[in-house]
């Protein structure tokens, strides 16, 4: 066995959602962190796509499938089927734009009616490097992300800073939360013994399920 894993060949795989206003740098945090790229052309996403990539934790590989979706208004009929399934959520604003903190209030309330009680979640300052423009203090993304007991970190896709770091930090802390989970077994099917499948339905559906690595028909 050599150092080399497939593209498939992982532990964990787990749904992360991107949500907040349109414009706060959405496709830009996904494409930094799952290709390390970053376009001043971007267009607004239409409907909905995803990325993946997978990391190590505690000698685990956790994949993660990241969504993400246009935050205008008119494609807020998605919202169950894209939820589905979720276990992290990054929910952005624009440090820039004082309106768009304004509405994390909004998102992060549809986010807990769509999801699990558990799903962790990650306040996203973006657009950082745009200090000379700052609409949004830290001191209040830091109090709201306390009050609501959710994580935060100020990002910069331009710059690459601390992409990597809000993207792992969230996958970490659903990977701690899974293995916890797995040893109180339950109904939930990340604690399904090693060598037992489970049917998830549509694969839109997949989140958190142990890969087994076996192949029953």
Known sequence: MGAYRADDDYDYLFKVVLIGDSGVGKSNLLS??????????????????FATRSIRVDEKVVKAQIWDTAGQERYRAITSAYYR????????????RHVTFGNVERWLKELRDHTDANIVVMLIGNKADLQ????????????FAEQENIFFMETSALESTNVED???????????????????????PTTLPKGQTLNVGSRDD????????????
């Open 206 to 217: 997949v989140s958190a399920v142990k890969k087994t690595g076996c192949c029953s028909a």
């Open 32 to 49: 930094r962190f799952t290709k390390n790229e970053f376009s001043l052309e971007s267009k607004s996403t239409i409907g909905v796509e």
């Open 166 to 188: 809000a993207f792992t930090e969230v996958l970490t802390q659903i990977y701690h939360i899974v293995s916890k989970k797995a040893l109180d077994v339950g109904n939930d």
């Open 132 to 143: 000379h423009l700052k609409a949004v203090s830290t001191e209040d993304s830091q109090a």
């Open 85 to 96: 399934g979720a276990v992290g959520a990054l929910l952005v604003y624009d440090v820039t």
